[in-house]
């Protein structure tokens, strides 16, 4: 089956700790995006990559980095310097032509920082 | 940039009833508005996608419109049952690219039985 997997579901960090979440999919998709979703806010974005070795900040890229060296993987690493990483973190992919790209998401990590 | 709003947050109807749930955005220069489902502590799952060149799209008891012209969309469900409830959430592209999305904060609807 073609689909988006994420793991863990849930991660718990101490804070001041780096934590990498990994997001991979087969569905031959070129873009991938990472989402943070808050209580009450929309989904907000992180990152997204439309190829291959190339990636672009979001709207809320400080305090996270990401790589993308492979096509179907897109991991995610929330870094001490992000000040509020408790939340719900959403990775989608979409095929990269201009005017269909519906995304598709995984199930989400859901990150605790104490 | 683009501005997605969904009116009502919230929303709680008997089961059997037709309902509307409404999605409003800024900016009209989009490639396609999507509809996502979301259960709670899971992942978005996409309902419907509607590209700019139509008006309306429809899955099963689902169907989405949508009028650029006034920047908006509506998500109708016919016949509404308790698996109906959930977060429903639209999404439009701004006119930067259909790459960058930006999502509504949701409608949570509950279906009583």
């Known amino acids: 089956d073609g689909g988006i997997t994420q793991s863990p579901k849930y991660l718990f960090r101490k804070e001041g700790q780096n934590v990498t979440l990994s997001c991979e999919q087969n569905l031959n998709h070129d873009a991938m995006y990472w989402y943070r979703q808050d209580p009450g806010q929309g989904l907000r974005l992180i990152y997204y990559?439309?190829?291959?070795?190339?990636?672009q900040k979001g709207d809320i890229a400080e305090g996270y980095s990401v790589s993308r060296e492979k096509k179907e993987s897109f991991p995610l690493t929330v870094t001490s310097a992000q000040k509020n990483p408790t939340a719900f973190y959403l990775c989608?992919?979409?095929?990269?032509?201009?005017?269909?790209?519906?995304?598709?998401f995984g199930p989400g990590t859901r990150l605790t920082v104490t | 940039k683009q501005e997605v709003t969904q009116i009502p947050a919230a929303l709680s109807v008997p089961e059997g009833e037709n309902l509307v749930l409404n999605c409003s955005f800024t900016?009209?220069?989009?490639?396609?508005l999507q509809w996502f489902r979301q259960d709670p502590g899971k992942g978005l799952t996409s309902l419907l996608l509607i590209q700019s060149s139509q008006r309306e799209q429809t899955s099963g008891r689902l169907n989405a419109s949508l009028d650029k012209s006034s920047g908006r969309s509506t998500l109708y469900i016919a016949a509404s049952q308790p698996g109906d409830s959930a977060t429903y959430l639209c999404a439009a592209p701004g006119s930067g690219g259909y790459q960058k999305v930006t999502f509504g904060t949701g409608t949570k609807l509950q279906v009583i039985p």
């Open positions: 990559s439309q190829i291959v070795n190339d990636f």
């Open positions: 989608a992919s979409s095929t990269r032509t201009g005017t269909a790209a519906e995304q598709y």
């Open positions: 900016d009209s220069a989009i490639y396609n």
